[in-house]
C-alpha cells in the first residue's frame, strides 16, 4: 500500500514519469553496486521532503520502480522528514524488525533516518546484526528540481572505474604516514595518518553487513587523535543539524591537537558553532564532538557541489573533514554527529609527495 500511494503522489507532483524514463540508471546500481538477488526482499525508506524539494521522494521511486522491473520483492516506507536528534517513526521501526535477515535496505531521505534505539544502537549496528546490505542517501531536502539532472549523472557512473580509481588512492594513504593539504584559499592541514587504513566509498556494497553512500566516489581515513593541525577554509558546502549549507562565504577553521579551537565567519560559521554547542549539550559524552573524525578525498567525476553533503564531499577536485564520530570506520571517537565540511581544490601530499586525484 506504501508503494501504490507513494507512486501516486510522484505522479500528483509531476515526477513519475521522469522517474520511469531514469529506472535504468537505479537498475544499474541494484545490480552493480549491491548485486541483488531474486530471494532478497528491499526496504525502501523515504519521506515526501518539503515544498517543491522532492529528491528524496524522488530517487526512491526510481529504486522502486527498477526493482519492480527487475521482478524483486520490493516495499515503501514513508515517513516524515527528520533531522538530528529525532526518532524514526514507528511504522518505520516496525518495517525494520520484521525484514528478518539477510535482506537490502535502500535509504533516500531529506535529513536523517531517526534513531531505531529500539532496534540496536545505530544503522549501521542494526545492519551488521541482521546481515543486511544497504545503500543510504541522505540530506537531500534542500535540493530543488534544477539539481535532480546533477544526482542523476552522480548516480549514473562507472562503477568498476571509481572503484579502480578509489584504490589507488587507498595504497598510497595506506603506506603513508602524513597528509597535508593546502589549498589557494588559505586551508593548510597537516593530519597524522600512521595508525590507520583507508576506507573506500566507491559503491562495492556486495557483502553480508555491508553498505554505503550511493552516490558514490570518496576515500577517506580516521586520523591520528591529537596529530591534527592546521586551518581549513571551507567554501564548498558544511554539514550541520538541520542539513547542508552551501558556502557562499567562505569560513575558516582552526585545529589545534585535533580539536577545533575556532571557528572564524559569518552566518554559515555560526550555523556549524551553534550545532556543536547543541551537540555538547545533548550529548552524554560531549569529549568526541569537536575531534576531527576523518580526511576524506572526492573522486566521483561525475559529481558536482549542490548542497547536499551526500554528493558534495564525493566531488571529484574536493576534500573534506569530517568533525566527530568515526569509531564505525576504524576511528576511536564517539559523538553524536558527523558533520562533513567539503572545500575545492586541494593539492594533496602524502608524506611530501603530491598524489594525483
Keep these: 500500500m506504501h508503494a501504490k500511494k507513494h507512486l501516486q503522489w510522484l505522479e500528483e507532483k509531476g515526477l513519475l514519469e521522469r522517474t520511469k524514463k531514469n529506472s535504468h540508471i537505479f537498475k544499474k546500481v541494484l545490480k552493480d553496486c549491491l548485486d541483488v538477488q531474486e530471494d532478497e526482499r528491499i526496504l525502501i525508506i523515504t519521506d515526501h521532503g518539503y515544498e517543491n524539494k522532492w529528491l528524496a521522494p ?24 527528520k533531522i538530528k536528534g529525532d526518532k524514526a ?4 521501526v516496525i518495517a525494520l524488525e520484521e525484514l528478518g ?37 541522505s540530506n537531500l531536502g534542500r535540493l530543488k528540481k534544477d539539481s535532480y539532472q546533477v544526482v542523476l549523472d552522480t548516480i549514473d557512473v562507472d562503477y568498476k ?3 579502480k580509481d578509489g584504490e589507488k588512492i587507498k595504497k598510497k594513504l595506506d603506506k603513508g604516514k ?11 592541514l597537516r593530519v597524522d595518518i600512521s595508525k590507520y587504513k583507508a576506507v573506500l566509498n566507491t559503491g562495492n556494497y556486495k557483502m553480508s553487513g555491508k553498505g554505503g553512500n550511493v552516490p558514490a566516489g570518496e576515500v577517506y581515513i580516521p586520523p591520528t587523535w591529537k596529530r591534527v593541525e592546521g586551518e581549513i577554509v571551507v567554501d564548498g558546502s558544511s554539514a550541520y543539524r538541520k542539513g547542508t549549507q552551501l558556502i557562499k562565504n567562505p569560513f575558516t577553521i582552526i585545529i589545534r591537537k585535533g580539536e577545533i579551537v575556532e571557528i572564524q565567519g559569518g552566518e554559515e560559521a555560526e550555523k556549524l558553532n551553534e550545532t556543536l554547542d547543541w551537540a555538547t549539550k545533548k550529548a552524554k ?9 576523518e580526511i576524506g578525498i572526492g573522486i566521483n567525476p561525475n559529481a558536482r557541489v549542490v548542497g547536499s553533503t551526500n554528493i558534495d564531499e564525493k566531488v571529484k577536485g574536493t576534500a573534506h573533514v569530517g568533525i566527530g564520530s568515526n569509531y564505525w570506520f576504524g576511528g576511536t571517537i564517539y559523538a553524536i554527529i558527523h558533520l562533513d565540511q567539503v572545500f ?3 593539492k594533496i601530499y602524502v608524506d611530501g609527495k603530491l598524489i594525483e586525484v
Design 58 to 81: 524522488f530517487i526512491s521511486g526510481g529504486y522502486y520502480l527498477a526493482a519492480r522491473e527487475m521482478g524483486l520483492d520490493a516495499t515503501v516506507i514513508v515517513q516524515d522528514p
Design 89 to 92: 517513526d514507528e511504522n518505520t
Design 101 to 137: 535477515m539477510n535482506n537490502v535496505i535502500i535509504l533516500s531521505l531529506s535529513g536523517k533516518l531517526g534513531s531505531i534505539k529500539r532496534l540496536s544502537k545505530s544503522f549501521r549496528n542494526f545492519i551488521r546484526e541482521s546481515h543486511h546490505r544497504f545503500l543510504s542517501a
Design 161 to 163: 572505474k571509481l572503484q
Design 178 to 188: 602524513e597528509i597535508r593539504i593546502k589549498t589557494d584559499a588559505g586551508t593548510d
Design 285 to 293: 559524552y560531549p569529549w568526541g564532538i569537536r575531534r576531527i573524525g
Design 344 to 346: 575545492k581544490d586541494p
